[in-house]
C-alpha cells in the first residue's frame, strides 16, 4: 500500500523553494508531516556545485539510517545530472524531473520504482495560493538560462531561458493578495530575461503586478547586469518597488569575467552601480572567489574595486568545480586555503560597507514582521537589511513602521 505521510526537503535556490511550494500545493492523498514522521521524503535537490551534490548525497544516506524504510524521491536540478546513477546503485525509490511537479500526488503513490525525468523545454503554469510557513510570498516568473558562464550546469539541467505565461502570474499574485499576501519576490532562474520569447518585460510584468490591489511591495532576485535597462530604470522611483537590488556582478577583474564568459565588465557595472547608488538603494551581488586564474594580481585589483563599489550586501562563494563544465577542466588552480583567505576578506569588507549604509538608512523604515526567535520578532525593511523588534503582542505576518532604529553590528534593533 502507498505511503501518505510525506515530508519535502529543499536544497539550493529561492527557485527550488517555489518548485517546493508548487508540489506541495499539488498533493490529494498525502499528508504533509515533519521528517520523523514521513514515509515518503522529497528532495528538491541543487546541483549547482559537486558540493551540493555531495550535501543531497550525503542528506539521503542519513535518511537511510534514520529511516531505512522510507521512500526517497529525488526531485530538483540533481534529478537531471545524478538522478540516473543514485536510481541504479538504489539510493533513491524514484526521480522526477521540473517537468513532473504537477504529477507528483500519481508518482509518490506508485509501487515500483520510476525514473520521470520529463521535459527541459516545459512552461509551468501552474499556481500557487497560499505559502506553508511564509509571510512573503515567492513568484516564479521565468525558468532557464541562456548564458553561457563557463563555471554554471544549470543552463543544462533547467534548460534555456522562457517565460512563464503573465496573466497566469499575475492571476496567482490576485489570489496569494486575497489570502494576506503583501510582499512579493519575483524569482527564476534567469529573471532578467523574463518577456525576451514572449515580446514582453521584467518593466512592463512589474508595472502591471503594482496595480493589483493588496501588492505593497515587490522584491527582484538576481539581475545580470545587462538586463538593467532605461525601461526598467524608470521604476526606479516607484514606492513598491523594494530599495534593494541583487546584481549579479560575480567578479569585478575584467580578465576574471572574460575566463567566466560572463557579458559585463567592470567599467559598465561601476557607472551602473552608482547610478542605482544615488537612488537610494542598497545593492547586492554575487562573487565568486578563488576561481582558476585568479592570481595575487587578478585578486588585489578585483578586492579594490569592491571597496570602491557603492556595495551593501554579498553572496561570496568560494570556487567549487562542477564536473562538466568549462572551468572544471581550466588549469591555475588557486588553493583551497587561499580561497578561503579571500572569502574572509571580501565578507568582512561588505559587512563594514553594510554597517555604514545601515547607519545613514536607518530611519523612516517599513518591516514586514516574518517570524519570533528568543524574545526578538524580526523581519526585513525595503533595503533588505533585517530588524529585530520586541512586542508583547504576536506581531509575525504584519507591517510595522518605524522612525528610527539602533544600528549595532550585528543587526538593527528596535526595542
Known amino acids: 500500500m502507498s505511503s501518505k505521510k510525506v515530508y519535502f526537503k529543499t536544497f539550493g535556490c529561492r527557485t527550488n523553494q517555489f518548485d517546493t511550494q508548487i508540489m506541495i500545493s ?25 558540493g551540493a551534490d555531495s550535501s543531497v548525497r550525503g542528506y539521503i544516506n542519513s535518511i537511510k539510517r534514520k529511516n531505512p524504510n522510507a521512500k526517497v524521491i529525488l526531485a530538483g536540478c540533481g534529478s537531471h545530472s545524478k538522478g540516473e546513477s543514485l536510481l541504479k546503485d538504489k539510493k533513491v525509490f ?8 504537477s504529477n507528483i500526488d500519481k508518482l509518490l503513490a506508485r509501487d515500483e520504482s520510476f525514473y520521470e525525468i520529463g521535459d527541459l523545454d516545459y512552461i509551468d503554469n501552474s499556481v500557487v495560493e497560499e505559502f506553508v510557513g511564509k509571510s512573503r510570498a515567492f513568484i516564479k516568473i521565468q525558468e532557464g538560462c541562456s548564458f553561457a558562464c563557463s563555471y554554471c550546469i544549470i ?44 515580446n514582453s518585460s521584467l518593466a512592463k510584468l512589474l508595472k502591471r503586478i503594482s496595480q493589483l490591489r493588496g501588492v505593497r511591495r ?4 538576481s539581475l545580470e547586469p545587462i538586463q538593467i535597462n532605461d525601461e526598467f530604470k524608470e521604476l526606479l522611483h516607484e514606492p513598491w518597488l523594494a530599495k534593494h537590488l541583487h546584481i549579479a556582478l560575480q567578479h569585478t577583474s575584467d580578465k576574471m569575467l572574460e575566463v567566466m ?4 565588465n567592470y567599467r559598465s557595472d561601476v557607472k551602473l552601480l ?4 544615488s537612488k537610494g538603494y542598497a545593492i547586492g551581488t554575487d562573487f565568486i572567489v578563488g576561481h582558476p586564474f585568479e592570481d595575487e594580481k587578478e585578486w588585489s585589483e578585483g578586492i579594490k574595486r569592491v571597496a570602491d563599489l557603492p556595495l551593501t550586501h554579498i553572496h561570496a562563494f568560494t570556487y567549487s568545480k562542477r564536473d562538466n563544465t568549462a572551468s572544471a577542466s581550466m588549469k591555475n588552480i588557486v588553493r583551497g586555503d587561499i580561497a578561503k583567505a579571500r572569502h574572509k576578506e571580501l565578507t568582512t569588507l561588505i559587512k563594514s560597507k553594510n554597517l555604514e549604509f545601515r547607519k545613514s538608512h536607518n530611519r523612516n523604515l517599513e518591516v514586514l514582521i516574518e517570524n519570533s526567535k528568543g524574545e526578538y520578532y524580526s523581519g526585513l525593511d525595503q533595503y533588505f537589511n533585517r530588524v529585530k523588534i520586541i512586542s508583547d503582542e504576536d506581531i509575525v505576518s504584519t507591517w510595522r513602521f518605524f522612525d528610527s532604529v539602533e544600528v549595532e553590528e550585528e543587526g538593527n534593533f528596535y526595542v
Open 26 to 50: 499539488k498533493l490529494q492523498n498525502f499528508e504533509l508531516v515533519s521528517e520523523d514522521e514521513a514515509d515518503t521524503i522529497v528532495v528538491n535537490s541543487c546541483t549547482v556545485t559537486n
Open 274 to 277: 552608482e547610478e542605482i547608488a
Open 155 to 198: 543552463p543544462s539541467v533547467r534548460g534555456k531561458a522562457r517565460s512563464l505565461d503573465e496573466d497566469t502570474i499575475i492571476s496567482q499574485i490576485q489570489k496569494l493578495a486575497q489570502n494576506g499576501f503583501g510582499e512579493f519576490i519575483l524569482t527564476g532562474t534567469n529573471v532578467g530575461s523574463y518577456g525576451e520569447d514572449s
Open 94 to 101: 524514484g526521480v522526477m524531473g521540473h517537468s513532473e511537479k
Open 218 to 221: 515587490i522584491r527582484i532576485g
Open 261 to 264: 564568459n560572463r557579458r559585463n
